[in-house]
């Protein structure tokens, strides 16, 4: 078992620039969560798959992110035209089935748009 | 919706000092609550959790009792480390609309002094 996998953990981009964020979850989790964190501030909810289907999005997200999860394993995170504000830990966690479970959670993305 | 209230930080003590940080929630559901930890440049690590009403979750001398009728999930130590320095997070998962969901607290800073 490999915990949580995030890729890259630190990305630096111009304003207006797309970026993709990978997460790779523990194997057997079938759950899969994307939040967001900014300083000071717990993560916040963005997306959240069940195997391959996109189950909920939070209003944080807007048009311009985008999550898959093709296969049901990896999953990437999209933020197109990327804002100033966008500037933030990018937190991925996965879980299995079932309730009463914890989250396990990657070392995350730290974007910054300059 | 569902929130998680904890208390502001940062939280200033000596080494072998009483720490108690406390938590309170709102849920729709019958929820799960956790402790989570994140150490500076890791991510977020589970310190304990509990499932049901008066469960005792502990975890590292950390212990938090589930407490239904105040709503309450507060973490206590009995002797700090200069070691437990770091940020604590109380969550829950709650399934809303068929939907597991995490929800954070905004975190408290804990700095431990020798």
């Known amino acids: 078992d490999t915990g949580v996998s995030q890729d890259p953990r630190h990305k630096i981009t111009k304003r207006g620039q797309n970026v993709t964020f990978r997460c790779d979850p523990i194997?057997?989790?079938?759950?899969l969560y994307w939040y967001r964190q900014t300083l000071g501030q717990g993560p916040e909810f963005l997306t959240y798959?069940?195997?391959?289907?996109?189950?909920?999005k939070s209003r944080l997200l807007s048009d311009r992110f985008s999550a898959e999860r093709p296969k049901g394993s990896f999953s990437t995170l999209e933020i197109q035209r990327t804002e100033q504000g966008d500037s933030a830990m990018y937190l991925c966690?996965?879980?299995?089935?079932?309730?009463?479970?914890?989250?396990?959670f990657g070392q995350g993305t730290r974007l910054t748009v300059v | 919706g569902d929130s998680v209230t904890q208390m502001e930080g940062p939280v200033t003590l000596s080494e072998e000092a009483f720490l108690t940080i406390n938590c309170t929630y709102t849920a729709t559901g019958y929820p799960s609550l956790f402790w989570y930890v994140q150490y500076p440049g890791e991510g977020l690590q589970l310190l304990l959790k509990?499932?049901?009403?008066?469960d005792k979750g502990s975890n590292k001398g950390f212990e938090a009792t589930y407490r239904k009728e105040t709503t309450s999930f507060h973490l206590e130590k009995g002797s700090v480390q200069v070691s437990d320095s770091a940020v604590y997070f109380c969550?829950?998962?709650?399934?809303?609309?068929?939907?597991?969901?995490?929800?954070f607290g905004t975190g408290t800073r804990l700095k431990v002094l020798a």
């Open positions: 966690a996965s879980t299995r089935q079932g309730e009463n479970t914890e989250a396990f």
């Open positions: 798959f069940q195997n391959e289907a996109q189950l909920e």
């Open positions: 194997s057997e989790h079938n759950r």
């Open positions: 969550a829950l998962s709650d399934r809303v609309s068929g939907t597991y969901k995490y929800i």
């Open positions: 509990a499932t049901k009403a008066d």
